[in-house]
């Protein structure tokens, strides 16, 4: 489509973006009321109110109630660094997720008996509704919610054994290649799968984003012999991350 051709809100819209993301209109600057986008660009109030909507769910604007429409600050992407396996020596499994040595990471996890649906099931190679054990990750740095994650592990493998709880026991912690070594399993293969959506109102807010925002999605599963016995699904801001992946050549 042709620039003349686009809809009346997505020029205005385009234009406000390009004013945002040359720093003429920079964080915390009140955008301009509906009744100025309307005289300045000489459109009606229904495209104003259609462009300011465009740029709110871009991520580049929010609204500050009673008070108007302000720039939103961009924050600075990290990086979520996807590696081989690293011995727990180095680092715990969240800290060698981290590209930057100087960030502190920590977290927080709930465990709990679930049945698996078809989704996890599948990743697993287990019926629907066996019994998983899944635990729920808040992860932080410095403080700050940065990667939410959920992880399914089959209790045909890992149930009434030492490692059955990811947090608990002995190996609490070291991750699923460290903890499946002490039941006698080999960890030798992982598949990652990399996505985005839009991210579930609980996500974002748990992550401290705004409504409508898009998460990357990373689908691990670890495998030991060609049996599946961990899968997870890691989430982060896709405003906020970016993937890097760091392979070995054999």
Same mark, same amino acid.
């Given at each position: 489509m042709?620039?003349?051709?686009?809809?009346?809100? &997505?020029?205005v819209?385009?234009?406000?973006?390009?004013?945002?993301?040359?720093?003429?209109?920079?964080?915390?600057t009140?955008?301009? $009321?509906?009744?100025?986008?309307?005289?300045?660009?000489?459109?009606?109030?229904?495209?104003?109110?259609?462009?300011?909507?465009? &740029?709110?769910? #871009?991520?580049?604007? %929010?609204?500050?109630?009673?008070?108007?429409?302000?720039?939103r600050?961009? @924050?600075?992407?990290?990086?979520?660094?996807?590696?081989?396996?690293?011995?727990?020596?180095?680092?715990?499994?969240?800290?060698? #997720?981290?590209?930057?040595? /100087?960030?502190?990471?920590?977290? %927080?996890?709930?465990? %709990?008996?679930?049945?698996?649906?078809?989704?996890?099931?599948? /990743?697993?190679?287990? !019926?629907?509704?066996? /019994?998983?054990?899944?635990?729920?990750?808040?992860?932080?740095?410095?403080?700050? @919610?940065?990667?939410? $994650?959920?992880?399914?592990?089959?209790?045909?493998?890992?149930?009434?054994?030492?490692?059955?709880?990811? %947090?608990?026991?002995?190996?609490?912690?070291?991750?699923?290649?460290?903890?499946?070594?002490?039941?006698?399993?080999?960890?030798?293969?992982?598949?990652?799968?990399?996505?985005?959506? @839009?991210?579930?109102?609980?996500?974002?807010?748990?992550?401290?984003?705004? @409504?409508?925002?898009?998460?990357?999605?990373?689908t691990?599963?670890?495998? !030991?012999?060609?049996?599946?016995?961990?899968?997870?699904?890691?989430?982060?801001?896709?405003?906020?991350?970016?993937?890097?992946?760091?392979?070995?050549?054999?």
């Open positions: 042709a620039f003349g051709d686009q809809p009346a809100y &997505l020029r819209a385009g234009d406000l973006r390009q004013k945002i993301v040359a720093g003429e209109l920079p964080p915390h009140r955008l301009p $009321s509906q009744a100025r986008i309307r005289e300045q660009y000489g459109v009606s109030d229904t495209v104003a109110l259609e462009a300011r909507k465009v &740029l709110m769910a #871009e991520g580049l604007v %929010e609204g500050r109630s009673g008070s108007g429409t302000y720039v600050e961009q @924050p600075v992407p990290r990086t979520l660094v996807r590696t081989g396996y690293r011995p727990a020596g180095e680092s715990t499994p969240f800290r060698q #997720e981290q590209a930057d040595s /100087r960030v502190k990471g920590t977290w %927080e996890s709930r465990s %709990e008996q679930v049945p698996a649906d078809a989704a996890v099931a599948r /990743r697993l190679r287990i !019926a629907t509704g066996d /019994r998983t054990m899944r635990t729920d990750y808040v992860f932080r740095a410095q403080g700050e @919610p940065v990667m939410l $994650s959920t992880s399914w592990e089959p209790l045909s493998v890992t149930g009434r054994t030492p490692v059955m709880l990811p %947090e608990e026991g002995p190996l609490a912690g070291r991750g699923v290649v460290e903890r499946m070594a002490a039941i006698d399993l080999v960890v030798d293969n992982v598949a990652e799968e990399v996505g985005a959506r @839009p991210g579930l109102a609980e996500e974002v807010l748990a992550l401290g984003g705004v @409504p409508g925002h898009c998460v990357v999605v990373v691990r599963t670890y495998f !030991a012999g060609g049996c599946p016995v961990e899968t997870a699904e890691i989430v982060a801001l896709a405003d906020r991350y970016r993937v890097a992946y760091h392979l070995p050549v054999k």
